[in-house]
């Protein structure tokens, strides 16, 4: 079986003597936990580490896998310029996941390098591992923007390649839990991260990969997290097989979570096909949401459906209602897939001769002009959730005060500069955050003065 065996590893540059000088003591079940899986690694003798790293170079539409022959580091930047690591790569494996991918019309490759020296999500699990084993060629892969489930089949993608060339592949999941465990910690505190760390190491004792896809994201970005992306890629690598899960240490005396754990792989198991059943239960959840949207949302809708598929603007259909057809108003159409934003495009004052024209004129524009993402393609349209957001008329604010980001969207304007938020997102849950993110996007630096305008929505889902 060419995965024979997989672990999740943190990345704290402190576990490594050089840079604790000492408080790497505080996290010694982490480092004994590290120690451990370099002698099981040992003991597996792979021919080929995948190592998933969130510090190595990252798209938000597309992962990239390190190309080259080999690579090298150190963590000189964390004040031990002498802990150097050098890597030959397998770059036959990384060429076949990428023609694979081509093949799939899948967004990963070698394009892009932009950090060719090893990162140290990758050198402080490698610090370990090379004590205890060296005999292994490495593929370094980043993580992206995209959701869970593309996460997933990247890691089937290396699993199918692994299995064509025959490689004994381990894959070393590299990533820290949340970040904001303690008030006195580097990043504060956040009850979301205890929540997520709780959460996400029952799901590597339980060996319960569906959970990884499942983590809601509001929660995971709360938590300040940066393992989640490796995770996914991992349970997507060890889809169908049988597992032995242990969790082998947990602790974050320093306000970030560390997690240690070692999945062995027993044989196959049609029933952890997780990849499979995620998509079951997000079907079932599509058709009841679009059994349930209202008029706004099915033109949105119709007109994304009909641009894609047939290149053509659709236009309103006959029998709607006058507060559609006889109202104007700015309309913000956004999409999410796998809960995440796919896209978000509107207008704060209307643009056409209604609201039903701007909801269709503006959900094209979601789908296929906004700069953040990629058109979207046909085979994603039935994996679109929709809503639409009819502005109400702004009005001015003398103060903060007079805001309240569940119930009011923000405008913050300077001459002609001008950003916009709508109310009740996930994440923005202060005033301050809401004012910050829309100066923000209108380009507004933070000493310079600025007027308020609030506004009310009637969100159609």
Known sequence: MPVIGAFIMPHPPIVIPEVGRGEEAKISATSGSCQEVGRRIRELAPETIVLLSPHATSYAD??????????????????????????????ALGRRIAELAAKEDFPAGFEGEREPELDHGALIPLYFINKEYTAYRLLRVGLSGLDGYSHH??????????????????????????????????YGFNPAGPDFDSQVTAAMAAGDFLAFLQFPLELAESAGECGLGSFRIMAGALDGLKLASELLSYEGPFGVGYGVAAFAVLGE??????????????????????AG???????????LETYVREGRRATPPEGLPPELTERRAGVFVSLK??????????????????????????????????????PVKAAELPELVYSVDVLGEPEPVDSPAELDPLRYGVIVSQGRRRGLLLPNLEGVDTVERQIEIARQKAGIGAAEPYHLQRFQVARHQ
Not at 153 to 169: F, H, K, P, T, Y
Not at 281 to 290: H, P, S, V, W, Y
Not at 342 to 361: K, P
Request: proline letters at 3%.
């Open 337 to 374: 897939k796998h809960g995440q934003l796919r896209g978000c495009i509107g207008t704060v004052g209307y643009t056409t001769g209604s609201i039903a024209e701007e909801i269709m004129q503006n959900a094209v524009s979601a789908g296929c002009q906004d700069p953040r993402f990629a």
């Open 62 to 91: 597309y992962f990239h896998i390190s190309p080259g022959s080999r690579a090298q580091g150190s963590l000189a930047r964390f004040g031990a310029p002498g802990m150097r690591i050098q890597v030959e790569y397998d770059a």
């Open 153 to 186: 089949r990247l890691g089937q993608l290396i699993a199918r390649a692994a299995a064509e060339l025959d490689r004994r592949v381990i894959i070393l999941a590299s990533g820290d839990l949340s970040h904001r465990l303690k008030a006195d910690g580097p």
């Open 293 to 303: 949207e209202d008029q706004h949302v099915r033109l949105a809708r119709l007109s």
């Open 269 to 290: 198991d049609e029933g952890r096909r997780f990849g499979r059943q995620y998509l079951e239960q997000e079907r079932q959840r599509l058709g009841d949401l679009q």
